[in-house]
């Protein structure tokens, strides 16, 4: 019993990739349905309007023969002595009567009073509603002794005085039109039989002719090898697959980005912690050496300390540039309020500023006032501000004579639509040949001595980037020494 229940899960686990397989098709039987099954739908109403055409096409030269008829014998009612109404038929007019081997003809002509003249009693007359028409022939279908007929009959005009028009019909079995039509639809439906077997297989040699560029693009690229991420030639495929091979462009295209993004953080990750970890195992091999003092002792404890901080610091700015990096994957984004994330930055810094007798502080919109709302991560604002305000600790000398000032502040135009963030300071500046390299990871302004990791304003750059932003440097106090720098973030206007 325990076998039969392991046996029953099994199969219901097995279950589901089973019917997916099952569900699975080739685009080339889809195709190939979609177009056999209309021709082959088709065919048999091909069929039934080839019987109707075919019907048609046989009656018409019978039915101008019956009008024919029914024409020569109305000549023969005529208006005889004592005014009665006299039909005589002639030899040669009977000739036109005469019954082949295949249908039977029978005529009838009635007098003014519906009286019978000649020709056969129980062919039925017309229609009881139907009014008469002077020398106009018309045709129905009707029955004779079991057998189905064609009529046709007419109304002759006689010269009686309040007389009603006598009438005439002629009648033929529809044998010989059944044998016509029966040859035409054999003269036309017996080659289908050929043409449509012969049609299914051009559909097929052609569906193989259409798909085989899909065929082609799928062996170049399982040809392909593993670290091949070049784009997939799009002229070299028809016009309906080249936005299929464009979107696997960009995706290859996204894929070599996100990967050159990954070594590039293994790169900088092991370049930045290889001086830090050296100094780390200098310091703890000073420590171990025999003969060390307390004193050196506490002085390499120190060192490790201060090592192991800045390692921290390294790794920290590197997880933030390579989350601002990702930018294969859409941010969360949410309405964030600029003025309280820099204010928030702010107040965190405040205790290293003092730390360096260092002024910071905010001068700007306060939070909740209007425009300073944008649609953004608020995870990575607040990155983007603390950077700015680290640089800024960073190179910002405080002397007695020259304080050191630092002030951040958010400026917003809520009816032009316009927000933006600056970080200004009155340290050394940057001059205008190094503005752009300051945003490459691990540069750092000659001539200073600053203890940083370089990341900070790459890591600006590319948070700015993410929110359609851009970040411009200029001189603070423009004409004073030092110049001082101010770093400005202008968000672009949020579109509906």
Known sequence: MKKSRAESASRSANWPVTLFKREQRSLFGEILDWMLTPLLLLWPVSLALTWLVAQGIANKPFDRALVYNVQALAQLVKVGPNHKVQFNLPQPASELLRADDSDMVAYQVLGTNGEFLSGERELPPPPEDEKPAIDEVRLRDAELRGLEVRVAYTWVALELPDARPALVQVAETREKRSVLATEIIKGVMLPQFVILPLAVLLVWLALV?????????????????????????????????????????????????????????LADAAHQLKTPLAGLR??????????????????????????????????????????????????????????????????????????????????????????????????????LVRNLVD????????????????????????????????????GPGIPEAERELVFQPFYRALGTNVDGSGLGLPIVLEIAQQHRATVAIEDAHPGQQPPGVRFTVRFAPATS
Do not use: W
């Open 209 to 265: 002719r259409g798909i085989k560029p899909l065929s082609q693009l799928e062996e170049r690229i399982r040809a392909r090898k593993p670290d091949d991420l070049s784009p997939l030639d799009e002229k070299a495929v028809p016009l309906e697959v080249a936005p299929l091979v464009s979107s696997v462009n960009d995706l290859l295209t996204r894929l070599k980005d996100s990967i050159a993004t990954h070594k590039r953080f």
């Open 282 to 383: 200098m310091q703890a091999d000073l420590a171990q050496r025999e003969g060390a003092g307390e004193e050196e002792l506490k002085q390499s404890l120190k060192q490790i300390g201060r090592a192991s901080i800045r390692a921290t610091h390294t790794v920290n700015q590197l997880l933030s540039l390579a989350r601002a990096e990702g930018g294969g994957t859409a941010i969360s984004r949410q309405p964030c309020d600029l003025a309280r994330l820099t204010m928030d930055a702010v107040r965190e810094a405040v205790p290293r500023a003092m730390d360096k007798a260092l002024d910071l502080g905010y001068d700007g919109a306060e939070p909740g006032s209007p425009g300073v709302v944008l649609e953004g991560n608020p995870t990575l604002l607040k990155e």
């Open 391 to 426: 640089n800024a600790l960073n190179y910002t000398p405080s002397t007695p004579a020259r304080p050191g000032v630092i002030t951040a502040r958010v400026l917003a135009d809520p009816f032009g639509h316009a927000l933006a963030l600056q970080v200004e300071d009155n």
